[in-house]
């Protein structure tokens, strides 16, 4: 069995949770890349943790990246690692994994398990066909900070939630139905808006065998190729990291520098090998795709536009189209013809809404024309900051300041998702998100990796 562990490319974890006596609505925090320009979440955050041990304690949000507070922050974090251990804030508990299941406001339940992933088998490279792979473009400038916070650390909290394609429903969801017979590890509301979650135990070696099993047949090759109708040219996509591409790719990174010291012995074992992450199924029914809007900090409209149609030439035609409100922006782009040709960019300047309208564009989707041309800009101008939102609301309100351009992008279809990358490889970064910001994965559960 552990050749078939070897051979899908996950594990059996063996995590530390906080003790009963913690209060765990005070424990768990949302995922470190949420609410990255509003820091009045975070604050709000640390007002309902106040001093208990919390997760809070050993994350750094986003919102604090490249601030002068970073260093001292990530040294802090260090140090309340260690402590949370040796004080017995956190226990260790036996080897097992852990199925989930997750109530958020847009959800009744999202289902899914927590499992160890072997990084020897994920690449996030472009064109790689590893058996664990990115959906989106890994923006490699953003591992820095993220590797120089796992370097150093002795523990790992996971937000990074991965997908398998399993319509039928034969990994996860069977497992719901035992549940009374698993312990419950936790069962409690998360702070927020974040809705409630449960855990429970899976320790029994029948039903850890029934879901490896399970997994073995998605990874069947001779199903694959039938699936989505391809050759031997395309390695088999079992895993795809749906969240959290950066951190696993951070992992990666971490563990690519810790092996050149290792024996080849403690290369098959060593922890930081391995990175604890929530497989979710793309089929259930609480994944809901929803777009990662974009707002652009510091150029004014007209200026962006001239510098869109210089960046693509006379390759693209670049048409602005104004409105009179919001609502005139969403009937003339309802009345626009849906033209592979052509791709129609809804935005907020301030008080103006208005439609940047692309014909020919170079990329299939969107998102890949607008962030084609983003991806230049920042270099070009760097005053120019861009932030990637969730939720429409915070667009209207960061791109109807003055001097911020705001833009609305569409959801993809999520059972697109798997044929896309098998067929066309990763998506433009950041073209979808799996749900809203308050429904993201919350850390919980903590692994050693020293």
Not at 154 to 167: A, G, N, Q, R, T
Not at 251 to 259: L, P, T
Not at 341 to 360: D, Q, R, S, W, Y
Not at 368 to 385: P, S
Request: aromatic share 8%; with cysteine; net charge negative.
């Amino acid at each position: 069995m552990y050749s078939l562990y070897e051979k899908l490319g996950i594990r059996i974890p063996t995590v530390l949770m906080p003790g009963k006596e913690n209060n765990m609505e005070k424990w768990a925090v949302v995922a470190c890349d949420q609410y990255s320009s509003q820091p009045e979440y975070w604050q709000k955050a640390d007002q309902i943790v106040g001093e208990s041990p919390s997760t809070l304690k050993l994350i750094l949000p986003e919102v604090y990246l490249g601030k002068a507070e970073e260093s001292n922050k990530i040294n802090e974090i260090n140090k309340n690692m260690i402590e949370y251990v040796e004080n017995g804030v956190l226990e260790e508990q036996n080897p097992g994994f852990i199925l989930i299941d997750r109530k958020t406001s847009h959800a009744e339940s999202r289902k899914g398990l927590i499992v160890l992933m072997d990084l020897e088998k994920y690449n996030y490279n472009e064109g790689s066909q590893s058996q664990i792979r990115a959906t989106e473009r890994t923006d490699v400038n953003r591992l820095p900070p993220r590797i120089k916070i796992r370097q150093n650390a002795s523990l790992e909290l996971p937000h990074i939630m991965v997908l398998i394609d399993d319509p039928d429903k034969t990994v996860i969801e069977p497992l719901f139905d035992m549940k009374d017979k698993l312990t419950c590890l936790y069962d409690f509301e998360l702070m927020l808006s974040g809705g409630h979650i449960k855990g429970y135990k899976i320790e029994n070696k029948e039903i850890t065998d029934n879901i490896l099993s399970a997994i073995e047949k998605l990874a069947d090759p001779e199903d694959f190729k039938k699936r989505y109708g391809v050759g031997d040219e395309k390695g088999v996509l079992l895993f795809a990291v749906g969240d959290g591409n950066h951190s696993l790719a951070s992992a990666k990174a971490h563990w690519e520098n810790v092996k050149k010291s290792c024996t080849e012995e403690e290369k098959e074992s060593h922890p930081a090998r391995f990175a604890l992450v929530e497989l979710v199924n793309v089929h259930d029914e609480g994944i809901k795709f929803e777009p990662i809007h974009r707002v652009v900090f510091n150029i004014g409209l007209d200026d962006f536009v001239g510098k869109m149609q210089n960046f693509y030439g006379e390759s693209a035609k670049i048409e602005l189209i104004k409105c009179s409100s919001k609502h005139d922006m969403k009937v003339k782009l309802d009345s626009m013809p849906k033209d592979k040709g052509v791709h129609n960019l809804p935005l907020i300047a301030g008080t103006c809404f208005a439609i940047i309208k692309v014909e020919c564009p170079k990329c299939n989707l969107e998102v890949g024309t607008l962030q084609l041309f983003l991806d230049q800009l920042i270099v070009d101008d760097k005053n120019v900051e861009i932030d990637y939102i969730h939720g429409e609301e915070v667009v209207d309100s960061l791109g109807g300041k003055s001097g911020n351009i705001g833009f609305y992008l569409p959801v993809m279809d999520k059972n697109d998702l798997y044929k896309t990358v098998v067929l066309d490889g990763v998506l433009p970064k950041k073209t979808f998100s799996m749900g809203e910001a308050e429904e993201k994965r919350f850390y919980l559960e903590c692994r050693k990796i020293v």
